[in-house]
């Protein structure tokens, strides 16, 4: 498995899988969770895990099923709904002893799963910090869109190469001279490995139901960061606005000259925007 420096990712059995994550730093009762979004794994917030880490925090990041070197049981087939998810999670933070609320950071799906999680387990979450996140029902980039569909959907997932994943990682960022070559390669690496992640992948969108967040969304008191890049091409700013006018206790934070991941492609911004935001609550 990949490593950052002393970095080490682990196996954690929860439920019907092996978890894969990385724990760092001893903040105590100051947890962070960062959850990857859709076709990504926990090597999306490689920028950030020493960062918070030094900041104070206890920082936790897992591959979700479906994704990055997690594994499902042999004979397990999972629905991939959202309450699956988010059971995921409440099992895997158990398996780490964490009983106080924790910071959520999610991108894309990630914040998505989080939303739903801070929802539907109020008390256990500290604060949620949306990164470009899903939570409304909203047309997906082509691609995705297309997984929707059977016989299509199963076909697209098998055809997926690291040319496909450098695409979408170069439409995931704003400034694409970023994206290196070792990027894609780090990317890709799960996927082309296991082919549960491929069928995880139309198998997420056929199931994960965004209405069931957007119409919770009014009564989602919990503290939320909505962080965007202004030229998101996967996720149109204009959701952002959305979730400022929906959600009723939100900070709204843009970023000029930003795609899809502002965790990647302005981690200093980034990390300095979740500081402030955590130190004001």
């Known amino acids: 498995m990949l490593d950052w420096g002393k970095q080490q990712l682990r196996l954690q059995p929860v439920s019907n899988y092996r978890i894969s994550y990385l724990r760092l730093g001893d903040g105590g009762n100051q947890v962070v969770l960062l959850i990857h979004g859709g076709g990504t794994w926990l090597y999306s917030f490689r920028h950030l895990f020493a960062p918070l880490a030094e900041a104070g925090f206890t920082v936790l990041a897992l591959d979700m099923p479906g994704h990055g070197w997690?594994?499902?049981?042999?004979?397990?087939?999972?629905?991939?709904?959202?309450?699956?998810?988010?059971?995921?999670?409440?099992?895997?933070?158990?398996?780490?002893?964490?009983?106080?609320?924790?910071?959520?950071?999610?991108?894309?799906?990630?914040?998505?799963?989080?939303?739903?999680?801070?929802?539907?387990?109020?008390?256990?979450?500290?604060?949620?910090?949306?990164?470009?996140?899903?939570?409304?029902?909203?047309?997906?980039?082509?691609?995705?869109?297309?997984?929707?569909?059977?016989?299509?959907?199963?076909?697209?997932?098998w055809l997926v190469n690291r040319r496909t994943a450098r695409s979408f990682y170069r439409c995931a960022f704003f400034n694409t001279e970023l994206v290196s070559e070792q990027m894609v390669d780090e990317a890709y690496a799960p996927i082309s490995k296991n082919w549960e992640n491929r069928r995880a992948q139309y198998r997420l969108m056929r199931n994960l139901d965004w209405r069931e967040t957007e119409a919770r969304m009014g009564q989602t008191q919990t503290p939320t960061l909505v962080l965007w890049g202004k030229q998101d091409r996967l996720w149109p700013v204009s959701l952002a606005h959305r979730f400022g006018d929906r959600l009723p206790n939100v900070r709204l934070e843009l970023f000029d000259r930003c795609g899809h991941l502002p965790h990647e492609e302005m981690p200093e911004t980034t990390r300095d925007t979740l500081l402030k935001f955590w130190s004001n609550l």
């Open 70 to 157: 997690t594994r499902t049981n042999h004979g397990f087939r999972p629905n991939y709904s959202l309450g699956m998810m988010i059971r995921v999670i409440s099992e895997f933070l158990d398996s780490q002893g964490v009983s106080s609320p924790v910071h959520f950071v999610g991108n894309s799906w990630g914040g998505g799963w989080a939303l739903h999680f801070a929802q539907m387990h109020p008390r256990r979450v500290a604060s949620l910090s949306l990164l470009a996140a899903s939570g409304f029902r909203h047309p997906e980039v082509w691609l995705y869109e297309s997984l929707r569909y059977p016989i299509v959907g199963e076909l697209s997932t």
